[in-house]
């Protein structure tokens, strides 16, 4: 039981390129989550999947697209890279939808560089 | 929407003293408050939560308290040791029927021996 597995762990692009950040969890949760945590501010939500077959906005989406591929798989889209979107990304899963009192699982990141 | 604020940003004690971090939330709908602790380098992980219909839990070392009137909740360790060091993230959920954590900007906190 691995849990939530990210790929790749690091990565650099150049500004304009494009990246899917990869995402999969094997505990058979519902509910899926990317975040960016940058440093002094925290963890902000990007996108979220409720549901297998759907998808929402966060916080901060701009710049951003999301698959939710089948119900272990959320994948993260960069369609033009910024240097703003430097970062480093979380998935994250919980078990159930339809509550907000559920305990989110992490994937062990991905570090990502834009030049 | 929610806004999360945390203090202190840094937080520095000797080994077996107390530390208390602290939040405030802005909506008054939030009803679930997860802690998180990330070591340096790795995910963040789930350490304590609350729900608010209860002013306090305890688990061993750690515990928090929240005041829904004032809108803040804390997060106290105890008897503190070196691996607690890490960087210490508060969040907060609405009631919506789904999860959307806002989180706090974390607090480092640093245990020397």
């Known amino acids: 039981n691995a849990g939530v597995t990210q790929t790749p762990k690091f990565q650099v692009l150049k500004t304009g390129q494009s990246m899917t950040l990869q995402c999969a969890q094997d505990?058979?949760?519902?509910?899926m989550y990317w975040y960016r945590q940058d440093p002094g501010m925290g963890l902000r939500l990007i996108y979220y999947s409720a549901s297998e077959g759907t998808t929402d906005k966060g916080e901060v989406p701009n710049g951003y697209n999301v698959s939710r591929l089948n119900k272990r798989e959320f994948s993260l889209r960069l369609e033009s890279a910024a240097p703003s979107q430097t970062s480093v990304y979380f998935c994250?899963?919980?078990?159930?939808?339809?509550?907000?009192?559920?305990?989110?699982?992490f994937g062990p990141g991905t570090r990502l560089t834009v030049l | 929407g929610e806004n999360v604020e945390q203090h202190p940003s840094t937080l520095s004690v000797q080994e077996g003293d107390s530390a208390v971090i602290k939040c405030t939330y802005s909506?008054?709908?939030?009803?679930?408050f997860p802690w998180y602790k990330q070591e340096l380098g790795k995910r963040p992980q789930l350490i304590i939560d609350i729900r608010s219909n209860v002013g306090e839990k305890k688990d061993q070392r750690i515990a928090v308290t929240l005041n829904k009137t004032a809108k803040h909740f804390s997060l106290h360790i105890t008897e503190t040791q070196p691996e607690d060091s890490a960087v210490y993230f508060c969040?907060?959920?609405?009631?919506?029927?789904?999860?959307?954590?806002?989180f706090g900007t974390g607090t480092r906190l640093l245990v020397s021996p």
């Open positions: 969040a907060a959920s609405r009631n919506t029927g789904f999860q959307k954590l806002v």
């Open positions: 994250a899963s919980s078990a159930r939808s339809g509550t907000s009192t559920d305990t989110q699982y």
């Open positions: 909506d008054s709908a939030s009803n679930y």
């Open positions: 505990m058979n949760h519902n509910s």
